[in-house]
């Protein structure tokens, strides 16, 4: 098995670190789309994730990963064995996440998968051939150049992350298991954009750049010639970071349950979003969820205006109305400005914290990610 890049080695990109965080945290939240130049540490985020992520409990011999603690969410097989007597809550073994690169050229039957009709007619035996949303399950699906792929596809992936379960019907067969993954797609926006639909539908965004300071460019490089040189020393390295981090997700997972939010931080996102006139309600959703997330990866049972910053600079600027230029993302500033003035704080005093604020984001990340 190849080794795989750290997750805390990436250098910079710290928005696009913490929007897989907050994924991992709660798959809930319903995914992130990286739109970025080539080379910019993309695809090596998502793999490194996969990695940070502990394993999970599934019941054994079954193919779609079913978790033997929640029999609501079991395949249509594992159901069948409970109710012919198996005690399946007590078969059970660990598994690594998997992770799933989904390829552009994906047919619909190869993402859902397949009901062999034929073998039901004659023999009265159901029989299901998994496809990608199986594979995935618990786990990370990945697709590169997600505004390639077949707007078709892309719709069926999005209804699967928002329902968790997957359902194929053929000539009055069905079929259905758990399709929990966190959905990551990536792609460059020099080849063409996703349509307004699909874009709303991924919960967060985040548009990158390659890093311009020449101190981190050559951390960058340094990096990639030592992990080449050798892989396994360098991860080996770099695993007291990975497994802080790892353990921080793990943390804030059990927390994330307890967090409380108040009317008032409703009200607050609510009223956010209308001020900024954002279409339909799933960004105040996103928002709440993470934000939640983020607050239980603080370490707070509550949430801060912080928190609900820090989400909507992730969970907006792919909804905002463009201007003719094409231009739609609002700076952390000046979100930070619209939000405290929302909060009953002078604008004046958010706008003189935000450079500040920065430098502690800055240092943060050089703690929580080790660059």
């Known amino acids: 098995m190849p080794v795989i890049f750290p997750f805390t080695a990436i250098v910079g990109q710290e928005r696009m670190k913490r929007a897989l965080i907050l994924n991992a945290i709660d798959q809930r939240i319903g995914g992130v789309l990286i739109r970025g130049e080539r080379g910019t540490a993309k695809s090596t985020a998502a793999r490194a994730l996969a990695a940070l992520l502990p394993q999970v409990k599934v019941i054994q011999g079954c193919r779609f990963g079913c978790d033997p603690d929640h029999p609501e969410t079991w395949c249509t097989e594992c159901q069948a064995r409970a109710a012919a007597g198996e005690d399946l809550a007590a078969q059970w073994a660990w598994r690594a996440v998997p992770f799933v690169n989904l390829p552009v050229s994906a047919t619909e039957d190869r993402v859902v998968g397949t009901l062999d009709i034929e073998r039901a007619i004659q023999s009265g035996e159901r029989h299901f051939e998994p496809g990608v949303l199986a594979a995935a399950n618990r786990g990370i699906l990945y697709i590169d150049e997600v505004n390639l792929l077949d707007d078709h596809v892309v719709d069926l992936l999005l209804d699967a992350a928002a329902m968790g379960i997957n359902i194929v019907e053929r000539e009055g067969v069905s079929f259905w298991h758990p399709a929990r993954f966190i959905l990551v797609g990536t792609m460059n926006p020099e080849e063409g954009d996703l349509r307004p639909q699909l874009l709303d539908r991924f919960a967060l965004a985040v548009d990158i750049r390659g890093v311009t300071d020449p101190h981190q460019r050559v951390q ?65 959703l996103v928002i709440l969820k993470a934000a939640r997330a983020h607050a239980a990866f603080e370490g707070r049972d509550a949430l801060s205006p912080e928190d609900i910053m820090l989400a909507a600079e992730l969970a907006l600027p792919h909804r905002l109305k463009r201007t003719p230029l094409g231009q739609s993302e609002v700076s952390f500033a000046e979100l930070q400005a619209r939000l405290a003035e929302l909060m009953g704080q002078p604008q004046a005093d958010a706008a003189s914290v935000s450079p500040r604020r920065h430098r502690q984001e800055a240092e943060k990340a050089k703690k929580v990610f080790g660059a």
């Open 220 to 284: 960058i490089i340094e990096r990639n010639l030592a992990f080449e040189n050798d892989p396994q020393g360098f991860r080996q390295a770099w695993l007291p970071h990975e497994q802080a981090l790892a353990e921080r997700i793990a943390q804030a997972r059990k927390r994330l349950p307890g967090v409380r939010h108040t009317s008032r931080d409703l009200l607050t996102i609510a009223t956010f979003t209308a001020s900024l006139g954002v279409d339909g309600h799933r960004a105040d």
